[in-house]
Every structure is written in structure tokens, then in C-alpha cells.
């Protein structure tokens, strides 16, 4: 299994070469959220389509 460093660098170097540090933070980050999302979705931690519009409607004035 794969270390977080090892996850890590694999993406920073995935990266172009002229990459900025902020993109660099970007990805990285999109990654991780990525993982929680899987993480959550294998854990069954997950709303239907229908229940997050019903919730999202209820944001509204």
C-alpha cells in the first residue's frame, strides 16, 4: 500500500514542470478530496440525488 508521501510526491511530480506552487497545492488538495469522497461513498456516507436537491431547496429564501 501506498504511503502518503508516496501519494503525494507521485502527484507533484505528475505536474508540469512550470507548475506554480498554488497549483501544486491545488491538486494535491483536489486529491485528498477526492479520497474522502471515495472513502465516504465506500463507507455508504452518501445523500440520493433527490434528498441534497431537497435540502439545497431548503437554502432558499
Not at 508540469?16 to 497545492?25: G, K, L, R, T
Not at 491538486?27 to 440525488?49: H, P, T
Request: net charge negative; hydrophobic share 35%; aromatic share 4%.
Amino acid at each position: 500500500m501506498e504511503s502518503v508521501k508516496e501519494k503525494m510526491v507521485k502527484t507533484i511530480h505528475s505536474q508540469p514542470d512550470d507548475a506554480s506552487y498554488e497549483e501544486i497545492v491545488r491538486e494535491l488538495a483536489f486529491q485528498r478530496m477526492v479520497e474522502r469522497g471515495l472513502a465516504d461513498s465506500d463507507a455508504k456516507r452518501v445523500l440520493s440525488n433527490d434528498e441534497m436537491e431537497r435540502r439545497i431547496r431548503s437554502w432558499e429564501p
